[in-house]
C-alpha cells in the first residue's frame, strides 16, 4: 500500500502571497530560501509553468529560511515581507532571487530604494522585527506540513515529491486536475 504524501496543515488564504486567481483549478504552493541555490534554479522553472498554464494555475509563496545554513535567509524573507507590507512583495521575491549572491543588508536597501519602497518604513520594520513572526508562521506551517528543505512544492495542497523541472511540475499539475471531482471544476 502506498503512504499518502503529507498535505498542507495551513490552508491557502488572504494571509498568503498569491499569483493567479482564486478560481484555478490548481494551486501550487512553494516553500522557499531565497539563499538557497535549488529555489533559485526553480525560481524560471516556476515563472515558465506559470506562463505557460496562464489562469489555469494559481501560484503562493511560503517562506521557509534555513538559517542555519543560509545565513542571509532570513533577513531576506522579512525584506520580502517588509516590501509586501508596500505593495511590492513580488518585486522583491523576484529581486532577491535574481540576486542570490546578494543578500546582505547593504544590497536589501537598495533593492528596497529601486523598487521605490519608503525607505524609512522599510528599514524601521526591519530593525523593529515586525515581519519575522509572519516568516516563522510560515516555516511552522511548512514543518508541519512536511516540509524538510527547500524547495518543497504542494499541488492542491498534497506535497509533490517528485522533480520541478517544467515538464515534471506541468504533467503532476495536469494530474492534480484531473483528479478533482467534476463538480469543482
Known amino acids: 500500500m502506498k503512504a499518502l504524501a503529507p498535505r498542507l496543515v495551513l490552508p491557502v488564504s488572504r494571509r498568503d502571497h498569491i499569483l493567479g486567481p482564486a478560481t484555478a483549478p490548481v494551486t501550487l504552493v512553494e516553500y522557499g530560501d531565497f539563499q538557497c541555490p535549488y529555489c533559485g534554479a526553480a525560481h ?3 515563472r515558465e509553468v506559470r506562463r505557460r498554464l496562464g ?8 517562506n521557509f529560511p534555513l538559517a542555519n545554513v543560509h ?6 524573507a522579512e525584506a520580502a515581507e517588509a516590501a509586501g507590507a508596500q505593495g ?3 518585486e522583491m521575491h523576484d529581486l532577491l532571487f535574481e540576486h542570490q549572491d546578494r543578500l546582505d ?3 536589501l536597501m537598495s533593492y528596497a530604494g529601486n523598487l521605490g519602497l519608503d525607505m524609512h518604513r522599510f528599514v524601521l520594520e526591519l530593525s523593529q522585527g515586525i515581519h519575522m513572526p509572519r516568516v516563522r508562521e510560515d516555516f511552522t506551517s511548512g514543518v508541519h506540513s ?8 504542494f499541488i492542491n495542497e498534497v506535497r509533490h515529491d517528485g522533480g520541478y523541472d517544467v515538464v515534471s511540475l506541468i504533467k503532476a499539475i495536469e494530474l492534480a ?6 463538480s469543482t471544476r
Open 146 to 153: 512536511g516540509v524538510n528543505g527547500t524547495p518543497t512544492f
Open 55 to 62: 489562469e489555469e494555475l494559481r501560484f503562493v509563496f511560503r
Open 71 to 76: 545565513p542571509n535567509a532570513e533577513a531576506a
Open 44 to 46: 524560471p522553472v516556476v
Open 177 to 182: 486536475r484531473a483528479d478533482q471531482p467534476r
Open 88 to 90: 511590492k512583495f513580488w
Open 105 to 107: 543588508a547593504e544590497s
